[in-house]
């Protein structure tokens, strides 16, 4: 059994595939506990694969968003080996701070202060930016590199260090620019 805080289906609205179809399968609980997140992480039911699965086989889009809090926590190869069978692409939005399960199609991470990353592999590099100091981000191993306004509080801020850093992107939260969940 996996506990599962909500399961929905909606547009990706940041990083590399926003504006995408995907079924959101947002995981409870985390092992962070950052001051900007938007989930509440210890609400949620007990759900099997089966069950999950059944849910997100609902909706027409073949794109899985695991995200949560942290779902590393919960996930394994048997539950993506399943997601795989029903013909999901499977993405993760994850800390880093958990190995995860190799099979995984796209891999978000979104790194937090002071944490040590624990995956090997990162296909997008999502930092919400904070001010903090983005060097030692630098020179990881990832495919695309995007910067994210906290809350859209901050945005200029991030669109002047983009402009003097052209390795990074911007990624917008569009979600809650056009008020969706």
Not at 150 to 157: G, H
Request: aromatic fraction near 10%; glycine fraction near 6%.
């Amino acid at each position: 059994m996996r506990k599962i805080n909500e399961i929905f289906y909606s547009l990706q609205g940041e990083g590399f595939y926003t504006g995408k179809p995907s079924v959101f399968v947002r995981f409870s609980g985390c092992n962070l506990k950052c001051d900007f997140c938007d989930t509440a992480h210890e609400d949620g039911k007990l759900m099997s694969d089966e069950e999950i699965i059944e849910e997100i086989s609902k909706y027409p889009a073949n794109n899985i968003i695991i995200t949560g809090g942290e779902p590393s926590l919960w996930i394994d190869d048997i539950l993506i080996e399943k997601l795989h069978k029903a013909g999901k692409y499977v993405c993760i939005e994850t800390n880093g701070t958990n190995p995860l399960p190799e099979a995984i199609d796209w891999v978000t991470c979104s790194p937090k202060e002071n944490t040590v990353l624990k995956i090997g592999r990162i296909d997008e590099l999502k930092v919400v930016y904070t001010g903090q100091d983005l060097s030692k981000y630098e020179n990881m191993n990832a495919s695309h590199y995007y910067l994210q306004p906290c809350s859209c509080t901050n945005t200029q801020e991030v669109v002047d260090y983009i402009l003097k850093n052209p390795k990074w992107r911007l990624s917008l939260q569009t979600h809650k620019m056009i008020n969706i969940i």
